[in-house]
């Protein structure tokens, strides 16, 4: 008579969901919420002495520069794509002005306020693809200016 | 009083959390992230300073160039490519004499570190002169050899 009052089997799945919310947070933390203004067709080169990003840095405009010269601004091909010199300069004055506008006219004047120009060219463009955007960002007053690459390990 | 109190003693009630929907939702995230995972190697950064525009005010507040000053003094060197854009050529400029380095970056390494032995530790100015069809990956292990050679401020310029 025992079989009268049949009792709950049920499976103990708290473990489960123990185990299920770590994976989430470790995705969660691992995500990559990359930048809109990184483009991931271009393959950087690699570097040893590479240093590490500084993630203090709020303004700053990134111009990926594809193997055919173009200057990509956005992650993917179909985004702004700047031609040549002559655009990519227009586009950095843009900037500049914009840069400008936020800023104090004592702190333009002392020469802070001005955008880091991320230049992240693609291993395969040629010297005067990057000469011409370090120029431009030159001639639009930029100085402060950072070249992505890979950071590897020496003998690899 | 004391005999409701004896009664939820002996039948207690067990709160259930039902844990399935949750479970539910936690499988469907994470379905979510890892579709959405894409490891990406660790970018860095090798940081340039670039001379200011010949048109700004600023370049006017510049005190005039001695090239006698000690830390005006700096070395000069000429990169060539071949048609694949590899390096075929490596020249250093100095006051003394062009030397030949060969096509190998680990040569222009040695040199550079010999430089500065002679200059007691002391880095001068690097100019890195390219030409234009040199690729981008050579330009950038140079700028690697330099730094590794203890040569902070480099300079990448295209040979006129």
């Known amino acids: 008579m025992s079989h009268g009052s049949p009792e709950k089997c049920e499976p103990n799945l708290t473990p489960l969901l123990d185990m299920v919310l770590q994976l989430i947070m470790f995705f969660m933390l691992c995500a990559n919420f990359v930048m809109d203004q990184v483009n991931e067709s271009i393959k950087l080169p690699d570097a040893i002495e590479a240093k590490a990003l500084d993630k203090s840095v709020k303004n700053y405009i990134v111009l990926n520069v594809a193997s055919d010269g173009r200057v990509l601004l956005g992650r993917d091909d179909k985004s702004d794509v700047l031609i040549n010199k002559i655009q990519v300069l227009n586009h950095l004055k843009t900037q500049a002005t914009l840069d400008k506008l936020r800023t104090t006219p004592q702190d333009w004047e002392a020469g802070k306020g001005r955008s880091i120009v991320i230049i992240r060219a693609h291993k395969d463009c040629s010297f005067k693809m990057v000469h011409d955007v370090m120029e431009a960002s030159s001639q639009a007053g930029f100085t402060d200016v950072q070249l992505r690459a890979i950071k590897v390990a020496p003998g690899m | ?160």
């Open chain 2, 1 to 160: 009083m004391a005999r409701h109190k004896r009664r939820h003693e002996d039948n207690p009630t067990e709160p259930d959390l039902p844990i399935t929907p949750m479970l539910d939702m936690s499988f469907q995230l994470m379905a979510f992230f890892i579709l959405t995972f894409r490891p990406t190697p660790s970018e860095a950064q090798l940081p340039l300073i670039l001379p200011a525009d010949k048109g700004d005010k600023t370049a006017s507040a510049v005190p005039q160039f001695d090239p006698l000053k000690e830390e005006n003094q700096e070395i000069s060197v000429q990169i060539y490519a071949a048609d694949t854009g590899a390096p075929n050529r490596i020249i250093a400029k100095l006051p003394t004499g062009d030397v030949e380095l060969g096509a190998s970056t680990t040569e222009l390494n040695k040199f550079l570190r010999d430089q500065l032995a002679s200059r007691g530790g002391k880095a001068p100015k690097l100019k890195l002169q390219m030409v234009e069809n040199l690729n981008y990956q050579y330009v950038i292990k140079l700028l690697d050899e330099s730094r590794r050679a203890g040569y902070e401020s480099v300079s990448p310029t295209l040979i006129q």
